[in-house]
């Protein structure tokens, strides 16, 4: 199984600043890692997929980059509705498919 | 887009056998164009997928609960079906149902999620 190690646990963020999020894979995954945004209550949300592509209707603030183990997810510029928990997911053709941990990010 | 949405028993007792169904709108289970997943959260907890069904009924499953999942498809109802057999406390979570095209990707539709609790 491929372990999903996501840094940092909680997030503090003042709106309008830069939020970078980290997910490391045990295993190399190629392209196929994911974003999702789960706000209180809700459902997961893809945000992200294809490392950076992403997905239809999210704004371009979110940004995702990185390759092979480790990736990056940056919200550029925090809005009130980006406070959430954040998981990153290896989507392989390597069963099962794993998620992060999450990371939480808060109002400073 | 594709929709989805968990239905059934929010409370089951330990040991028996939690089952839940995704009902799939605006899209035909038939088509084959997905793959049909069901995932769960413990409350505050992170996601766990559980495993797939495919239109043929072909399946995968996390290694973890395989010996106690299976999940099928009702093409003829346009639904997709959970059960996890000899339940315990530890089972107690949010169940997701989602999909994915089928290939190499993400999960890019997801039910409200059904909240299961097992107490006697």
């Known amino acids: 199984e491929i372990v999903m190690t996501q840094s940092p646990a909680t997030l503090s963020v003042s709106p309008g600043e830069r939020a970078t999020l980290s997910c490391r894979a045990s295993?190399?995954?190629?392209?196929?890692l994911a974003w999702y945004q789960q706000r209180p209550g809700q459902a997961p949300r893809l945000l992200i997929y294809?490392?950076?592509t992403r997905a239809t209707g999210i704004p371009a603030r979110f940004s995702g980059s990185g390759s092979e183990t480790e990736f990056t997810l940056t919200i550029s510029s925090l809005q009130s509705e980006d406070f959430a928990v954040y998981y990153c997911?290896?989507?392989?053709?390597?069963?099962?498919?794993?998620f992060g941990q999450g990371t939480r990010v808060e109002i400073k | 887009q594709v929709q989805l949405q968990e239905s059934g028993p929010g409370l089951v007792k330990p040991s028996q056998t939690l089952s839940l169904t995704c009902n799939v709108s605006?899209?035909?289970?038939?088509?084959?164009?997905?793959?049909w997943s069901w995932i769960r959260q413990p409350a505050g907890k992170g996601l766990d997928w559980i495993g797939r069904?495919?239109?043929?009924?072909?399946?995968n499953y996390n290694p973890s609960l395989k010996s106690r999942v299976t999940i099928s498809v009702d093409t003829s109802k346009n639904q997709f079906s959970l059960e996890l057999r000899s339940v315990t406390a530890a089972d107690t979570a949010v169940y997701y149902c989602?999909?994915?095209?089928?290939?190499?990707?993400?999960?890019?539709?997801w039910g409200q999620g059904a909240l299961v609790t097992v107490s006697s």
């Open positions: 989602a999909a994915s095209l089928v290939g190499a990707h993400p999960m890019s539709s």
């Open positions: 605006n899209d035909s289970i038939s088509s084959g164009d997905f793959y």
């Open positions: 069904v495919y239109t043929d009924g072909t399946t």
């Open positions: 295993q190399i995954v190629s392209s196929n």
């Open positions: 294809g490392v950076s």
């Open positions: 997911q290896q989507y392989n053709n390597w069963l099962p498919w794993t």
